[in-house]
């Protein structure tokens, strides 16, 4: 049922974007005035979600240990997994931000009859998710050098690295591949795997789908209808110097990659895709495990009723003289 | 034993980890005898002046919640967003990619969905989008928001009383999402319309009364230490004396007063005197103090934190310089993680450093108190006992992380040291099963009830295999483990799954080796079971 209401809603957007820029020529709106709206909403939506979560108190010092602790001096500790030093859990989470170290860790289990568990290797996640990310952020940076004139030299080279091939022409890009095999592998799994699919949402299969189709009509532009990317420039320049202009020449495809990537930016901060913000925050990865070593304050402790010693040696003072525990007051 | 009878191992075995077709979004709970734990009784509800006092069990179609029974839980929830960052943030960032979902020993035990912890988290998260954020309040279930009803809140009863907090799962979660607050959270809201279990709240109650779960009172306490040294008394020859409330003395100890009632616990407290006085170490044991596991972690952080007081109080009032802490899980959750937030700072102790071998220990120089492992490693690293390991010779040993201190402390190392100092067989379970990858024992968090016997069992399934495979592979006999709960629930655990092996404390192998000054010799171990002879207890690796 999700399934299907995803597949709507991502042919309803398409389907208007495409009346929108195509037939009734709405080129303002969806070239200039949808753009800012959804830029806007995602930088103020994404900052306020990450003030709130950064301004909760984390009252408890509450880390998740994954190696040994510091103790002993003779005992080597671990010191990313179980950091003690600001240095560990920068390193911690380097590694869980760039290399999605928890992940990693990713095992399957399996009944294998008669009763044994079987605990098999399983970074199938770990790996479509390497790939998906980084061919995002790839993909990303390429863009840049629609909005950044001269483009820079780091940006050129990155472009020809991923371009590596020079084959078909335009060059073919690898993260383009890349991405859509790890879309298509992330999809698959929602789909077919029993248990992710019993717990997909709607929003998670339209992230995937929205994504997916920003990268096809892209890869569309690119291959298919050769789109003039220096009208595209000169858009892109113009919406950045706030003196927007609608490109002329370009097909509707454009308008319809446009809005797809400006409903992406709309949703943004209303989504599950905030974990790219929520990760850094997370109190289990980055605290140190010295709660021992140091005092962690709770911001909003109060004093609670407790039951005190004079209270309890109130109640049981005849017994404890009787057998000769020593008391406080006679 | 549950009340209903219980199936055998292959057919409870027969689960399935694949989830029927059905949307999850739809309460649905039957309240099946033997997985779900009883009510908490209305004595210990007034005793504890907990919300909505009355009697009442989860099988019950009328629960008597309050009138306004739905505004408290949701202003409830506001008051913890807006005091828990892990709260809104796991909340919010969950991207249900399912890596946890076989990472729950209750999911792979019973294969309920539901036991899957994104899903568990996605019980409260449901309600939390349809309350508080803008895409759940418009668009409903379509953005996985649902209202909060009546059998939504037995469903998270059900649920949150079925996790132990183990934390595995947010080991293997790319956010770090920990299960673990969820179900925090989840109990403290069911707390404020009186929804709670027997299991949680008499043990609180009575520690919060007698000093400790059990209710013990301090003539009773002092009595059954005195039949532990007459015990010791007949094994080894040596009058021990183990002083109680005894003001200046160098160290205060704590101890999981199951140490001191239940069994195999009992071995492990034998452990402790004899180690204590072979070292001579200047100590205290308290009855006001004689609990240092803490039943109001189960219950909410207020209650942790009106129970956990004692400990500091104790040893403010008795002038020690620094505590000591026996062999537990959830206590030293709540002593590494918690103590010194909600009572410190013990600026009145001295930073911890051992008496004999004049280590100091840097690690716990703000909370001042020790694990009993990290100070026993230390005084054999440094040979200061004398020891005969095969007096252990009769066991093929594992060890058993329990959660706790494996994935709040990342004690690791330190009970294995001890353990191969004092045995000679010690074999490791599969490395996904043991360490920060280490199994529950299902009874955790205040589940180690009789009366959820069949979901025990259930999420005691991974633990033990992993137990039978090595009994399998090397002949293992015996299980050693570092908490209370552990050595409760997992002698019939391991008899149900894996019969003919055996459960102890890392003090009682201690214990069994330790060669006291002046004493006589051995011929049972502390179980009274009697040693191997030497020549055929000559190593076969």
Known sequence: MYLSYSIILILIIIGFSYVAAGLLGCRVLLGIIVPYAAGTIFVVGFVYRVILWARSPVPFHIPAVCGQQISLPWIKSDKIESPHTSWGVVSRMVLEVLLFRSLFRNDRVDINKPERLIYGGNRWLWLGAMIFHWSLLVILLRHLRFFIEPAPGCIEVLQSIDGFFQWPLPALYVTNIFIFLALLYLFGRRLFNPQVRHLSLLSDYFALLLIGSIASTGILMRHFYKVDLMQIKRFSLGILSFDPVTPEGIGTIFYVHLFLVSVLFAYFPFSKLMHMGGVLLSPTRNLMNNSRMKRHINPWDYPVKVHTYEEYEDEFRAAMKEVGLPIEKE | ?541
């Open chain 2, 1 to 541: 034993m549950a009340e209903e009878k219980l199936k055998k191992p292959e057919e409870m075995f027969d689960v399935s980890l694949t989830p029927e077709a059905g949307d999850w979004m739809e309460p649905a709970v039957s309240f099946r005898k033997g997985t779900y734990c009883y009510g908490a009784p209305l004595k210990h509800q007034r005793y504890l002046d907990l919300p909505n006092q009355r009697e009442w069990q989860p099988g019950d179609a009328d629960w008597k919640l309050p009138p306004d029974w739905k505004e408290t839980i949701l202003e409830g929830m506001e008051r913890l967003i807006k005091r828990h960052r892990s709260f809104r943030l796991f909340l919010d960032i969950c991207v249900r990619c399912g890596a946890c979902a076989d990472k729950c020993h209750f999911f792979i035990g019973s294969g309920d969905p539901k036991n899957m912890p994104v899903l568990r988290a996605e019980l409260l998260r449901s309600v939390y989008r349809r309350y508080f954020t803008p895409e759940g309040r418009i668009f409903g279930r379509y953005a996985g928001a649902r209202d909060l009803t009546e059998d939504v809140l037995k469903e998270w009863f059900y649920y949150f009383f079925q996790c132990t907090e183990c934390r595995r799962c947010s080991v293997y979660c790319p956010y770090g999402i920990d299960t673990c607050e969820i179900t925090m959270m989840a109990r403290e809201l069911l707390n404020l319309v009186g929804c709670n279990i027997q299991w949680v709240i008499e043990p609180a109650s009575n520690c919060f009364r007698t000093g400790n779960h059990l209710g013990v009172p301090p003539h009773a306490f002092q009595e059954t230490l005195g039949f532990a040294l007459d015990e010791l008394k007949d094994l080894t020859g040596i009058a021990i004396e183990a002083p109680i409330n005894r003001k200046g003395a160098e160290v205060l100890f704590v101890a999981p007063s199951a140490d001191y009632f239940a069994s195999p616990h009992w071995y492990t407290f034998l452990g402790y005197l004899m180690l204590f006085h072979e070292i001579g170490l200047d100590y205290t044991w308290s009855t006001y103090a004689s609990e240092g596991g803490n039943f109001g972690l189960f219950h909410s952080m207020e209650l942790a934190k009106r129970l956990n007081a004692k400990i500091y109080a104790e040893a403010k009032r008795l002038k020690v310089k620094w505590v000591l802490g026996g062999e537990c899980g959830h206590m030293w959750r709540t002593l590494h993680q918690y103590m010194d937030t909600f009572n410190g700072p013990a600026d009145f102790l001295e930073e911890p450093v051992s008496p004999l071998t004049g280590t100091r220990f840097e690690n716990a120089r703000s909370t001042k108190m020790v694990h009993i492992t990290e100070f026993t490693a230390d005084l054999l690293y440094h040979n200061k006992l004398k020891l005969d390991k095969s007096r252990n010779d009769q066991w093929k040993i594992t060890f058993h992380d329990s959660c706790n201190p494996a994935r709040a402390m990342g004690l690791f190392e330190e009970p294995r040291y001890v353990i191969r100092q004092t045995c000679n067989h010690f074999y490791e379970m599969p490395e996904n099963t043991i360490r920060e990858k280490t199994f529950c024992c299902g009874s955790g968090a205040g589940l180690g009830a009789d009366e959820n016997m069949e979901i025990r069992l259930r999420g005691g399934l991974p633990r033990a295999n992993a137990v039978k495979y090595v009994k399998e592979k090397h002949g293992v006999n015996m299980l050693a483990c570092i908490c209370a709960i552990d050595k409760a629930a997992l002698p019939p655990l391991l008899e149900y799954w894996v019969p003919g092996v055996g459960v102890c404390g890392v003090h009682e192998l201690l214990g069994n080796a330790l060669v006291m000054k002046g004493g006589q010799e051995r011929t049972t171990n502390l179980r009274g079971e009697p040693l191997t002879p030497p020549d055929e207890a000559t190593d076969v690796r």
